[in-house]
């Protein structure tokens, strides 16, 4: 799996990223500049990592989505490439147009850092194959801007498709309020794009992948992604 | 010992104009003894200046000697008792004196890292006083090559009904947590504590840790003559002026008008520095490197020339200013954020360009160094200040000010003398879920702890542990720590105690204990009796380094912290490193499963002055503080490490706070699983409640329990067996039992609930 993933100024977990695509597909990522016009030749997969591109000092996202490797983005997503956006990625996909919707600040209008678990509504997509459809994984989120909103024709539009691929969940799949941790509608975690090549979602699979520092329920995705262009090849 | 200069602001004095000294116009105003007075320099200090230039300064000379002079950037109350801290081991690379503390980890590898105050712009503006505040540290870290890994903090806030408390609480933890998240180093651990003594001084320490390859540290000194002097990152504005200078000064009812003197930190932009700096230094481009912190570019610029036994010289036309018409004055003594001074190599002086202007900083050469040891400072043509360089750095005042000990209190030992007011279940109860006991998880979520993805062990534990490189093996084990209300009973037994803590708390996760930042914030060292407490508490911190082998690397002091009078606890907050082998082998509290023997390491005689039982449960703030036995300390804890590695300890945890029992039902909380508890050889409530030293709570399978004991008593250390873990509940004898889920809900619930209440 050739990935490619996108730094912007500001971004502050590529390392994370590169680091977790090289320990489960077995191939580091390369690492893309925000002012590159192109992304590399046969580029299977495009992450945009977490972070506060630019600072976040305006709409998170906003001039991230402006940069000028975002037109490569589009017009890669446009001819079916995959394109995940995690955290931050997720904002700015959001902010280029790529994915409905906007990430408001959390309900308790603080940063939260905390595993949650995610109940994973479908395992037929290549960015959860790994998982099966209503697992329930538990992944750490840190994010001051994570409650995703959108106008009512487009949630149900998002459900009525099968476009919601994780929740917030409790431990044991139920959905309650308490264990939705930004008070996302409908207790959003991650969504996909009307194609289902891209998705965006706001925890951080990447940081639990070793064992050795504890849960390793975000290997799923990768190793999913990595089986995905095996068996394309 | 010379310590580094330091980046803080702020303070002010209530005897002063809150408005900045009027001079700042021209290079011509007259210095008269209240403008004198404005900058914070005594007359004798004045008269000084007179002798060593010959003549009288120009006002922007008076700016520079009263930021490099002021107690904040020359430690001219503590210098003469600092030297007497223990700064040297074998892994020691760099002592206090620089940006921060160097110790070698092996493998090529150091870890750089300091502990530093935020404390009075944190009282007038929490959220960006704390946020600079962890800036400032974090770019003391990565000066000197070093990429950081971790953050930690230590706070003290007011009493909880105090007003402004709940609005601090709020702010501060936003304000570190909006910094770190987004520069996008993991905040891993730290304390927080209320009392009513910091009602109007908030403390706020910052600590950052990273790690660089042990041949490549960047210092401060310059070398060599001729070479430019470059001016990296943000601009410089009118922010933040004379901070230094004010931060020498107690607070008054004025306090609010200070606020335009805090700076506003933009970790967008330390993010860019950081990544600028470390990728040009990996390109060999510089010399010498000062971050502009404390008294901004004249600090940087005096201590790069100072130490490096040159002079330098200054052009103010070519510094990169956010406003307009800056006078010379404002220009030096600008504290605007997320600047660097460096000495460039002239042959790398395109590529280091090229470099700054990818990230989008700005990249001016603003001087050069020059053989005369003279400070030069021009502006349009004219030279508006002329000093000599090293009586401004390092040949600064140092003070020997009158110190008096408190007479020690008299020791409050005996369970007959506290005769305990409630059961000891109830006693529990209330201890979990008090302000200074419960959970800092309100805390500690707002923090991104997982970031970078080392963390080993996150906040919550006796320390955080963070793993080295990407794959280990080995990791390093970090805390912060102090007992307030001990060095106030007794400042020499309270700073011996922060150390042994600091120490205790790195063994208790299987960390051998390498090195320790000081932060020590303490009242007005003009008063007798608190230089006494800052004295007093050196030499505490003093023997506890000699005899742990934990020498001191790096510090800060924060004097004045004080409102009308009205002093802190003396706060000499350690903050440890230690290094752990194989960062699988981590020891943590929670305990591991049902009947294993629980074992009590050290000795304990049931001493209740100075608890928090005393105070909590008993309403008395009494008694002389749980004394420290350094020998004791070292084996029992070389001991607990030892059982750490070779796997026999399933669960470890320090006892500290609140004593026995509350550290057993940390334990519980922590896993879920019970207790059953035998009757205590002493009263009850001087066992479970005392706050007697050097002790360790473990957990082991219950066969080789008598095999530890026999050693640990073969090692001269005390040990018994206290109980079995055991179903969902702690179960004392003669006692009603306690469901650990109870203790779980009054354990988290205080500071969430406290946080929520409406402000008063």
């Known amino acids: 799996m050739k990935s490619a993933v996108v730094v912007f100024p500001g971004i502050n977990r590529e390392r994370d990223m590169a680091r977790t695509l090289t320990l489960i597909s077995g191939q580091a990522p390369v690492m893309v500049w925000h002012a590159d016009p192109a992304l590399p030749a046969g580029t299977d997969l495009v992450v945009l990592p977490g972070g506060f591109s630019y600072g976040d000092y305006l709409r998170c996202g906003a001039i991230a989505a402006r940069a000028p490797i975002m037109d490569a983005v589009r017009s890669y997503a446009a001819r079916g490439g995959l394109v995940l956006g995690v955290c931050n990625g997720f904002q700015i996909l959001c902010e280029a147009g790529l994915l409905p919707g906007v990430l408001m600040r959390n309900a308790a209008l603080k940063f939260i850092c905390r595993d949650v678990y995610l109940r994973v509504e479908r395992s037929d997509t290549p960015f959860t194959r790994g998982y099966n459809a209503g697992q329930v994984i538990r992944v750490p989120t840190a994010h001051g801007e994570g409650n995703f909103i959108a106008d009512q024709d487009t949630i149900a539009r998002l459900e009525a498709e099968g476009r919601v691929l994780f929740r917030y969940a409790a431990p044991d799949g139920t959905l309650d309020p308490v264990w939705n941790v930004n008070g996302a509608t409908n207790a959003i975690a991650g969504v996909l794009n009307d194609n289902g090549n891209v998705l965006g979602m706001m925890p951080h699979p990447e940081n639990h992948v070793e064992a050795s520092l504890g849960p390793t329920d975000g290997r799923g995705l990768f190793a999913g992604l990595a089986d995905h262009f095996k068996q394309a090849a | ?760």
């Not at chain 2, 304000?175 to 993991?186: A, E, K, M």
């Not at chain 2, 651990?189 to 042990?214: E, I, K, P, W």
């Not at chain 2, 932009?269 to 040009?280: D, G, M, R, T, V």
């Not at chain 2, 914030?521 to 003009?526: C, D």
């Open chain 2, 1 to 760: 010992m010379a310590r580094t200069t330091t980046k803080r602001p702020a303070r002010v004095r209530n005897t002063r104009p809150a408005r900045k000294p009027k001079a700042r116009k021209t290079n011509r105003a007259k210095i008269s003894p209240s403008l004198v007075a404005a900058h914070g320099l005594s007359a004798e200090e004045y008269q000084r200046i007179l002798a060593l230039i010959g003549r009288e300064p120009s006002i922007t000379e008076l700016g520079i000697f009263s930021a490099m002079w002021n107690e904040h950037c020359s430690y001219k109350s503590s210098k003469i008792h600092l030297r007497t801290l223990p700064t040297k081991a074998p892994w020691v690379i760099q002592g206090p004196g620089e940006n921060a503390g160097v110790i070698d980890i092996g493998d090529g590898l150091a870890v750089v890292f300091k502990m530093e105050s935020h404390n009075h712009p944190s009282y007038i503006e929490p959220y960006q006083g704390a946020a600079t505040g962890v800036g400032g540290i974090l770019r003391d870290v990565f000066t000197m090559g070093a990429r950081p890994i971790a953050c930690l903090n230590a706070l003290s806030f007011g009493a909880p009904m105090h007003p402004q408390t709940r609005h601090l609480v709020a702010g501060v933890v936003a304000g570190i947590g909006g910094y770190g998240n987004s520069f996008g180093v993991p905040t891993v651990g730290g304390c927080v504590r209320f009392h009513t003594r910091y009602d109007g001084n908030c403390l706020v320490n910052a600590m950052a840790v990273g790690l660089a390859q042990s041949d490549r540290i960047f210092y401060a000194a310059a070398s060599g003559v001729g070479m430019p002097i470059v001016y990296l990152g943000s601009k410089t504005g009118r922010d933040g002026i004379h901070g230094a200078t004010m931060a020498s000064a107690e607070f008054g009812d004025a306090t609010e008008e200070k606020r335009p003197t805090v700076q506003v930190g933009d970790p967008f932009a330390e993010k860019l520095l950081l990544e600028a700096c470390l990728e040009i230094m990996a390109k060999d481009c510089v010399i010498a490197i000062q971050d502009m912190g404390a008294a901004g570019l004249t600090c940087s610029a005096v201590e790069m020339g100072a130490k490096g036994g040159l002079g330098v010289t200054l052009d103010l036309d070519a510094v990169p200013c956010r406003e307009r018409s800056m006078s010379p004055y404002e220009m030096m003594l600008s504290e605007s954020q997320e600047r660097m001074l460096m000495v460039l190599k002239p042959e790398k002086k395109g590529e280091a360009e090229a470099i700054f202007k990818k990230w989008g900083l700005d990249f001016a050469v603003v001087g050069k160094t020059t053989p005369t040891k003279r400070f030069i400072v021009r502006h349009r043509g004219k030279i508006v200040a002329d000093l000599p360089i090293k009586e401004l750095g390092d040949e600064a005042p140092v003070y020997d000010r009158p110190h008096l000990e408190a007479p020690p209190k008299p020791v409050l030992l005996t369970a007959a003398a506290v005769a305990p007011p409630v059961a000891t279940a109830d006693a529990l109860l209330r201890l979990i879920g008090c302000p200074d006991l419960c959970s800092r998880r309100w805390v500690w979520e707002q923090y991104d702890h997982v970031i970078l993805g080392n963390t080993v062990q996150r906040p919550g534990g006796d320390a955080a542990v963070v793993r080295v490189g990407d794959d280990g093996p080995k990791a390093l084990a970090l805390t912060t720590d102090v007992t307030p209300r001990y060095c106030e009973a007794d400042p020499f037994e309270g700073g011996k105690q922060a150390v042994a803590e600091a120490w205790r708390n790195l063994t208790a996760v299987g960390a051998r204990p390498l090195a320790l930042t000081d932060n020590l914030n303490f009242g007005n060292p003009e008063r007798p009796d608190i230089m006494g407490q800052l004295v007093g508490a050196i030499h505490g911190i003093a023997d506890a380094c000699e005899a742990l082998d934990f020498p001191v690397v790096s510090g800060n002091v924060s004097l004045y912290n004080e409102t009308n009078g009205r002093a802190i606890l003396p706060t000499p907050t350690i903050g440890g490193v230690g290094l752990i082998d194989d960062f699988t082998k981590s020891a943590t509290l929670a305990f591991k499963r049902e009947n294993e023997a629980i074992l009590l390491i050290g000795e304990t005689a049931g001493w209740l002055g100075q608890s928090l039982y005393l105070r909590e449960i008993c309403e008395r703030e009494e008694g002389a503080p749980p004394p420290v036995d350094l020998a004791a300390e070292r084996k029992n804890g070389d001991l607990v490490r030892a059982l750490i590695a070779e796997g026999i300890a399933s669960a470890v945890h320090d006892v500290s706070d609140g004593g026995l029992l509350p550290a057993i039902a940390e334990m519980a909380i922590a896993s879920g699983i019970g207790a059953e508890l035998d009757r205590p050889p002493i009263a009850a409530s001087a066992f479970w409640f005392g706050e007697d030293q050097g002790r360790y709570v473990l957990t082991v399978e219950p066969g080789v329990a008598e095999t530890v004991m026999a050693r640990a008593h073969a090692a001269g250390v005390p040990a018994r067996q206290l109980g079995l873990t055991s179903g969902d509940a702690l179960t004392l004898e003669g006692e009603r039992p306690i469901l650990v889920a109870r203790l779980r809900e009054r354990f988290e619930g205080w500071l969430p609930a406290y946080m929520a209440e409406q402000p008063a």
